[in-house]
């Protein structure tokens, strides 16, 4: 069975500071692992996707995140965040390449105080 | 430049109606993908197709079908909508297997 945590439903942090949001993933096989970012009334914009090798991937806007195998965590970062970050993010998990259904966290709101 | 195109971006429906939403995409993926996505229950996955002509059924399939006459082209069919599919609708299509999607803009259809 394969299941995606974000154990914080909001985050708020002041314009500049650095962010992390946490993800953890439980996954029977070999995990594919993504950030998705959602503004208000858009589709989800992937931010950044991890298959394999270099466990620190790079993505838009400045975000990376760290996958972790043995704390089966994939936490998102950036260095200094800005109001424009302010959106939900969601942490999804595939079953890589034994099928096609991916595995959505609840999200996470992210307000940033200009 | 958008590579995943939904129309129309609002729709209101009345109950027992046909309702269909187009999606399109230029990525040249195989895969497309029908989500709705609805406060308290996330994304949740309605249909999804491998290539023109191939539509299977995720995890949501009733009251909807889907048809994928090319690689372009996704749609969504409600034949009888209802009210309890009043929701946001997103259309997605993916590099392989596993692997990450691209979503559209979204769909707000309302069912009155």
């Known amino acids: 069975a394969q299941s995606v945590t974000q154990p914080d439903a909001r985050v708020t942090v002041s314009e500049g500071a650095s962010l992390q949001l946490r993800c953890k993933y439980s996954s029977s096989g070999t995990p594919y692992l993504f950030w998705y970012v959602q503004y208000p009334r858009q589709g989800l914009q992937l931010l950044l996707k991890?298959?394999?090798?270099?466990?620190v991937v790079q993505g838009v806007n400045g975000f990376e995140a760290e996958f972790s195998k043995s704390n089966s965590s994939f936490h998102l970062r950036k260095a200094s965040v800005h109001w424009s970050d302010s959106a939900v993010y969601f942490c999804?998990?595939?079953?890589?390449?034994?099928?096609?259904?991916?595995?959505f966290g609840t999200g996470t709101s992210l307000l940033v105080d200009p | 430049e958008a590579a995943v195109t939904q129309s129309p971006r609002n729709k209101v429906a009345v109950t027992g109606g046909k309702v269909t939403l187009s999606c399109n995409q230029t990525?040249?993926?195989?895969?497309m993908y029908w989500y709705r996505q609805d406060t308290g229950h996330g994304l949740r996955l309605i249909h999804y197709s491998y290539g023109a002509g191939s539509t299977e059924k995720g995890d949501i399939p009733d009251g909807y079908k889907a048809s994928r006459p090319s690689q372009e082209n996704f749609s969504l069919i409600l034949e009888l909508a209802t009210p309890s599919q009043t929701s946001v609708y997103f259309c997605?299509?993916?590099?392989?297997?596993?692997?990450?999607?691209?979503f559209g803009a979204g769909t707000r259809l309302s069912v009155l």
């Open positions: 990525n040249n993926h195989n895969n």
């Open positions: 991890y298959y394999s090798g270099d466990p």
């Open positions: 997605a299509s993916g590099e392989g297997t596993g692997r990450a999607l691209y």
């Open positions: 999804v998990l595939s079953a890589g390449n034994m099928g096609y259904k991916l595995t």
